[in-house]
């Protein structure tokens, strides 16, 4: 199983000179499973490049995993090529509402006035469901989800192939003006979510002084990132989700600080990055 970040910036895309090196994007990670089935986690504007370089000559269906419905997670949907290929099944999860189906409120971005092609109208044929909050074989993988604190209905997703695998969780609030440290792990929104987990990827928007200013916003500081993390027995962390206001010189500070202010153990945190691929039988792989 391989995995590749297509966009991990975080609320609105922010292209331009200060987010080259880790991007503009919003959410959008491919996971290439060992069967040939491919999994996209998240419709942000990462999305858009995956589709234009996605070879689909052995790939007979697609399953998008969405985690909140919030527009930098779905801006992306309706400028994927593979959604006009006609015969080709694709799949969208994502979380359940007891107010309105799934495919009821993508439906309100796929439609005008704000999107001039109506969801119904796309060639591919596609099915929606529910976040599996039970495990559930797609491939060769087990998927689940689980429900964390964000504005919304939102859930994080939890992939294992053969004992090895990934959790997925880009925007979480774990302790929502709280402290962290305090809370037993039972009480932690995610923690049997990302439990043992070999790599995980997760919000971390705020630095800890920037997050009493957004105390509610749905959005983690880096040290209640690193402590759940820690909690948690995660095996490598990736931070994602960076804020669309900070340049990738204040990313790598927001690092180093990490490193520093935390005492994390040399090469368990890393920031996320266009282009950034996790092989699990290797390592996190830079992109050239």
Known sequence: MRTRVWGCRG?????????????GNTSCLEARLSSGHVLVFDAGTGMRPLGAALDLTDVNELHILLTPLHLDHLQGLGFFKPLFQPGLDVHIWGPPSPVQPLAERIAIYLSPPLFPVRLADLPARVTFHDAPEEPVVIGSAVVRAAKV????????????????????????EPAIGGRLVDQPDDWISGYELVRDVEVLFHDAQYLDT?????????????????????RARVGRLVLFHHDPYHTDEDLEAMLADAQHTHATPDGWVCLAHEGMEVEFDTTVVPSA
């Open 11 to 23: 609320s609105v895309a922010a292209p331009g000179e200060d987010t080259v090196r880790y991007g």
């Open 149 to 172: 604190t964000h504005q919304g209905p939102t859930v994080g997703y939890r992939v294992e192939e053969a004992d090895r695998g990934f959790a997925y969780v880009p925007d979480h």
């Open 210 to 230: 920037e997050y009493p200013n957004h105390i509610g916003w749905g959005h983690s500081a880096i040290g209640d990132t690193l402590e759940l993390a820690r």
